[in-house]
Antibody, heavy 118, light 111 residues
């Protein structure tokens, strides 16, 4: 059974940094693209970032480019999202997601909440 | 960016009756590899989204056959042949043909 368990969400002030983690199990992590998607009540679902199976190729939404960095450790079956220069509008529930191929979203984790507020 | 427009925003349904949701994209979702990358997701209250349909019309494992997807190019439809109580939630379409990946605004299905 595919399991994706996010962690690292927190309450922090604008300008702060945070690293989210996603531990994967139940599938061969190293051969699947992975993504981060966030959800807010007002803006619905918003794709944030994706990485290819090896991590060699990464992709970002314009809203986070230059501030967020996606990475993965295939030896630990873990996906990361380093979030810097956080803004109030980054407040959301962040989901880790597995794809069958690049540009695909198949399975979702349960999400981790990031709140940016002064 | 490809804009995904869903309608209706809210869909009152009757148990046992059919229902359908429309999703339109601002650009063709046919990729250069020949596939059309359009997914449908269901999000029940308090739960994470769950994929129902991928590449327009392919049902994911475990998805009841009352759910079906159709369409081509820029115009797509999710149909529920006979609505059951467990189908209540918000449904989203998502395109995976172009970066950035984009989602529709969601359709709330309520009894």
């Amino acid at each position: 059974e595919v399991q994706l368990v996010e962690s690292g969400g927190d309450l922090l002030q604008p300008g702060g940094s945070l690293r989210l983690s996603c531990e994967a199990s139940g599938f061969t992590f190293s051969i699947h693209a992975m993504s981060w998607v966030r959800q807010t009540p007002g803006k619905g679902l918003e794709w944030v970032s994706s990485t290819s199976d090896s991590g060699a190729n990464t992709y970002y939404a314009d809203s986070v480019k230059g501030r967020f960095t996606v990475s993965r450790d295939n030896s630990k079956n873990t996906l990361y999202l380093q979030m810097n220069s956080l803004r109030v509008e980054d407040t959301a529930l962040y989901y880790c997601a597995k794809g069958k191929w690049l540009r695909d979203i198949e399975y979702w984790g349960q999400g981790t909440l990031v709140t940016v507020s002064s | 960016d490809v804009v995904m427009t869903q309608s209706p925003l809210s869909l009152p349904v009757t148990l046992g009756q059919p229902a359908s949701i429309s999703c339109r994209s601002s650009q063709s979702l046919v990729h250069s590899d020949g596939n059309t990358y359009l997914n449908w997701f269901q999000q029940r209250p308090g739960q994470s989204p769950r994929r129902l349909i991928y590449k327009v019309s392919n049902r994911d494992s475990g998805v009841p056959d009352r759910f079906s997807g159709s369409g081509s190019g820029t115009d797509f439809t999710l149909r529920i042949s006979r609505v059951e109580a467990e189908d209540v939630g918000v449904y989203y379409c998502m395109q995976g043909a172009h970066w950035p990946l984009t989602f529709g605004g969601g359709t709330k299905v309520e009894i």
